[in-house]
């Protein structure tokens, strides 16, 4: 099993729709990253989170450290949002590591 | 202010032969990290530089190996290359936090080094 469990693996929306991607874990972390890859390769951080809630623009992040889990949504979807969809969890500072550990990503394709 | 980079873009290597990839940290950090990504695989953590010496190393085999030069730029080597070393590699850099290093801000990405071993 995974450390870090990504649902769904492919997701298919109509522009205009709220997504939601879920993310669990199971080792203790540090922080969570929700990270966005588009084909060819490059990754752009989204977020990183410890506790609580970060908003920027039509994405939203939430992560709750007693129940390790973390959901990204996408409000007002649009075709440019398609792409792969990854968290990743950090170690706890101190510790024999701080790595990333990354899911296996969701692939989000808006349709218009 | 210039990102993390990666050279080169696109490389094709035969079984056996050696590689050597390159990143440039963004401006600022001082923490290299190393990851590969298989196709249709998230990354996985190869092994992370700080003040030129590997703080930290993932499941690789000793075939893997890099380096950090004084400017933070670094390096990542594979030597005997084998078929299944085919992914993109994905450099990424960070700040380290507080003493010796220990945890780093947000990482950023480079556009990673995708690398075919035929």
């Known amino acids: 099993k995974n450390e870090v469990e990504q649902s769904p693996q492919n997701l298919t929306a109509q522009e205009g729709e709220f997504i939601t991607i879920n993310c669990s874990y199971s080792?203790?972390?540090?922080?969570l990253h929700w990270l966005q890859q588009h084909p060819g390769g490059g990754i752009v951080s989204l977020f990183m989170?410890?506790?609580g809630k970060k908003k920027h623009g039509r994405l939203i992040a939430t992560i709750n450290i007693q129940e390790k889990h973390s959901s990204l949504h996408i409000t007002a979807s649009h075709p440019r949002d398609s792409a792969v969809y990854i968290c990743?969890?950090?170690?706890?500072?101190?510790?024999?590591?701080?790595?990333?550990?990354f899911g296996t990503g969701t692939l989000l394709a808006v349709q218009p | 202010d210039a990102g993390v980079t990666q050279s080169p873009t696109h490389l094709i290597k035969t079984r056996g032969q050696q590689v050597t990839l390159r990143c440039s940290p963004k401006?600022?950090?001082?923490?290299v990290s190393w990851y590969q990504q298989a196709l249709g695989q998230g990354p996985q953590f190869i092994f992370q530089?700080?003040?030129?010496?590997?703080?930290q190393r993932g499941n690789f085999p000793d075939r893997f190996s890099g380096h950090q030069f004084p400017n933070y730029s670094s390096e990542l080597n594979v030597n005997a290359l084998l078929l299944g070393d085919s992914a993109l590699y994905l450099c990424?850099?960070?700040?380290?936090?507080?003493?010796?290093?220990?945890?780093?801000?947000?990482?950023?990405f480079g556009p990673g080094t995708r690398l075919t071993v035929t």
């Open positions: 989170l410890s506790s």
């Open positions: 990424a850099s960070s700040l380290a936090l507080g003493l010796a290093g220990v945890g780093v801000h947000e990482q950023y």
């Open positions: 530089y700080y003040e030129e010496e590997e703080r």
């Open positions: 080792v203790g972390i540090s922080a």
């Open positions: 990743a969890v950090r170690a706890p500072y101190g510790g024999a590591t701080n790595k990333l550990i």
């Open positions: 401006s600022g950090h001082d923490t």
